[in-house]
C-alpha cells in the first residue's frame, strides 16, 4: 500500500503561484501513476494531473495545461505540482493520489484507490 503525504498550500493572491509536494512511500511505486486532484466546496472532485513514476510521462486537464506543472524526484519519492497564475477559481483542497498502471483512465478521480489527506489552496482575488 502506497502512503501519500501533501504539503505546500496556502492562501495567496490571484496570479500568484504555489508549488505542492506529495511524498510516497511503500513497495512497488513503479506500478502507480501519481496524481493531483482537486475537489472544491460544493463539487466533485476533479482531475488535475498526473505523471508516471518511471518514465515521467505527464497528462494535464485542458484547463491547467500552460499554468500548472507536474513532476517528480526519483531520488526524493516526492511529486510536485508547480501552480502558477492562480485564479479564484483554482480554491480547493488538492489530494495527491495513486492509481495503478493500467487501471481505468488516468483522468477519472474513482479509479485512484490510495489518497493523501489534503491540502487547502485559497485564492483571492
Known amino acids: 500500500q502506497v502512503r501519500l503525504v501533501e504539503s505546500g498550500g496556502g492562501s495567496v493572491l490571484a496570479g500568484d503561484s504555489l508549488r505542492l509536494s506529495c511524498t510516497a512511500s511503500?513497495?512497488?511505486?513503479?506500478?502507480?501513476?501519481l496524481g493531483w486532484l482537486r475537489q472544491a466546496p460544493g463539487k466533485e472532485r476533479e482531475f488535475v494531473a498526473a505523471?508516471?513514476?518511471?518514465?515521467?510521462?505527464?497528462w494535464y486537464t485542458d484547463a491547467m495545461k500552460g499554468r500548472f506543472t507536474i513532476a517528480r524526484d526519483i531520488a526524493k519519492n516526492t511529486v510536485f505540482l508547480q501552480m502558477n497564475r492562480l485564479e479564484p477559481e483554482d480554491t480547493a483542497v488538492y489530494y495527491c493520489?495513486?492509481?495503478?498502471?493500467?487501471?481505468?483512465?488516468?483522468?477519472?478521480?474513482?479509479?485512484?484507490?490510495?489518497w493523501g489527506q489534503g491540502t487547502q489552496v485559497t485564492v483571492s482575488s
Open positions: 511503500g513497495p512497488a511505486l513503479s506500478s502507480y501513476v
Open positions: 493520489a495513486a492509481k495503478r498502471v493500467g487501471v481505468g483512465r488516468i483522468q477519472t478521480p474513482v479509479n485512484y484507490d490510495q
Open positions: 505523471i508516471s513514476w518511471t518514465e515521467g510521462s505527464p
